[in-house]
């Protein structure tokens, strides 16, 4: 498992060096991520809501629907995940034209602390996807998320953290339907943000993230509720 960790960080940041044709106006993204555990289970759900514009508000570019239900295996704290989304995608400029998708995904959260104050999050994603006008296809994903907290040593009340992460978009297929194609590298994200930990179980984040992919680098303003109850 540390040698496929390892291999997946290495791979994440050698994506930024994709040569990108940067968009010059910055989007912004509106989320909502919950998670609940079912009291004396090992099951519980999570998912999250996402509204997605390619300016501050107003050009659709995606509105995103995810619930999942989860499991814990005993004495761990690994969350297994088999789940759902449904994604409606808007076109950057002034058409209203809109594609739809239909996701299915299977996850594994796995949380790693270095030291008193580094808090890691490895997530691996596999989805199967049904957009609209292709083929089926499918993804791979892997996500390095960073939590470090600022003015405390935990993720307590109070705590305002530095919130980083990058995120890895790897498409299992190149023929997406009538002759055309697409890339095995699919996207990068990198992301830099300040938290605060309202209590102990809501947080709130404000921070940055730049797209890339083949065609097209672009940042994106993120604001989002981090909800467990």
């Not at 629907?65 to 400029?93: C, D, H, M, Q, W």
């Not at 947080?203 to 680098?217: E, F, P, S, Y």
């Amino acid at each position: 498992m540390k040698k496929i960790i390892a291999i997946c960080v290495l791979s994440l940041f050698a994506a930024n060096g994709f040569s990108q044709v940067e968009s010059g106006q910055t989007g912004a993204w509106y989320m909502y991520f919950f998670n609940r555990q079912f009291k004396n289970s090992q099951f519980g759900i999570q998912g999250d809501l996402q509204y997605r514009n390619w300016n501050t508000l107003g050009d659709l570019e995606q509105l995103l629907v995810r619930i999942g239900l989860t499991y814990t295996p005993k004495e761990s704290k690994v969350l297994l995940t088999f789940g759902y989304a449904n994604i409606t995608t808007g076109v950057f400029g002034d058409s209203n034209d809109i594609s739809s998708e239909n996701r299915i995904y299977q996850e594994a959260l796995i949380p790693q602390k270095i030291g008193s104050r580094i808090y890691l999050t490895h997530r691996f994603r596999y989805e199967q996807r049904f957009v609209e006008d292709q083929d089926f296809r499918t993804r791979y994903r892997y996500n390095l998320f960073m939590n470090v907290p600022i003015n405390k040593y935990s993720l307590e009340k109070g705590a305002i953290y530095a919130a980083l992460y990058n995120e890895l978009f790897i498409n299992g297929q190149e023929d997406i339907g009538n002759s055309r194609t697409v890339e095995l590298f699919d996207r990068n994200r990198t992301y830099l943000g300040l938290g605060y930990v309202i209590k102990s179980r809501q947080r709130i984040q404000l921070g940055w993230m730049n797209q890339k992919t083949v065609a097209l680098g672009k940042g994106q303003l993120q604001l989002s509720f981090h909800h467990n109850f």
